[in-house]
């Protein structure tokens, strides 16, 4: 098995220990501007998907600074992760590796969702719930985004 081609996998688990809707929300806005993963990712070909994960990435954005907001690691917060990085990281594995990417994606963002708990943690105690946030949803988003953009291509390119 060629770990290399299961980087980008990796790299979205990596992104969904942060911010478990993300994932899903970048490979939804990708297909909103026509590009196409090498795996499978028939759920966001469904408009109701599409919008959905959009919409659910948003919501988490904003859901993260409200004081209730619950740790990443809580069950239900876990088993967030392991979906959307498991759909995810099936998507930008190779066609005929979408389980291994599966695997790869949930591998990196449930050990993950720990640490980047503990530098959230951090840097709350230092510059507050709400501007910690604001951050890391800025690097989150931006990585997502710039996995994404770089695993997909073009509908019209011939992926490999």
Request: net charge positive; no cysteine; charged share 20%.
């Given at each position: 098995?060629?770990?290399?081609?299961?980087?980008?996998?990796?790299?979205?688990?990596?992104?969904?220990?942060?911010?478990?809707m993300?994932?899903?929300?970048?490979?939804?806005?990708?297909?909103?501007?026509?590009?196409?993963?090498?795996?499978?990712?028939?759920?966001?070909?469904?408009?109701?998907?599409?919008?959905?994960?959009?919409?659910?990435?948003?919501?988490?954005?904003?859901?993260?600074?409200?004081q209730?907001?619950?740790?990443?690691?809580?069950?239900?917060?876990?088993?967030?992760?392991?979906?959307?990085?498991?759909?995810?990281?099936?998507?930008?594995?190779?066609?005929?590796?979408?389980?291994?990417?599966?695997?790869?994606?949930?591998?990196?963002?449930?050990?993950?969702?720990?640490?980047?708990?503990?530098?959230?943690?951090?840097?709350?105690?230092?510059?507050?719930?709400?501007?910690?946030?604001?951050?890391?949803?800025?690097l989150?988003?931006?990585?997502?985004?710039?996995?994404?953009?770089?695993?997909?291509?073009?509908?019209?390119?011939?992926?490999?």
């Amino acid at each position: 098995m060629n770990l290399r081609s299961l980087l980008s996998s990796a790299l979205i688990g990596a992104v969904a220990s942060a911010r478990s809707m993300t994932p899903m929300a970048t490979l939804a806005a990708a297909r909103l501007a026509d590009r196409h993963t090498t795996g499978e990712l028939v759920l966001l070909d469904r408009p109701l998907f599409k919008y959905g994960a959009l919409a659910m990435g948003v919501g988490e954005l904003f859901g993260d600074k409200m004081q209730t907001a619950p740790d990443r690691t809580v069950f239900l917060g876990l088993l967030a992760r392991v979906m959307s990085a498991g759909i995810a990281g099936a998507a930008l594995a190779p066609r005929g590796r979408e389980h291994a990417g599966a695997a790869v994606a949930v591998a990196t963002a449930v050990p993950l969702a720990y640490l980047t708990l503990a530098g959230r943690k951090q840097a709350m105690a230092r510059i507050g719930q709400t501007r910690s946030g604001l951050i890391e949803d800025a690097l989150i988003v931006a990585a997502g985004t710039a996995i994404v953009a770089w695993a997909t291509r073009p509908k019209y390119e011939q992926l490999e």
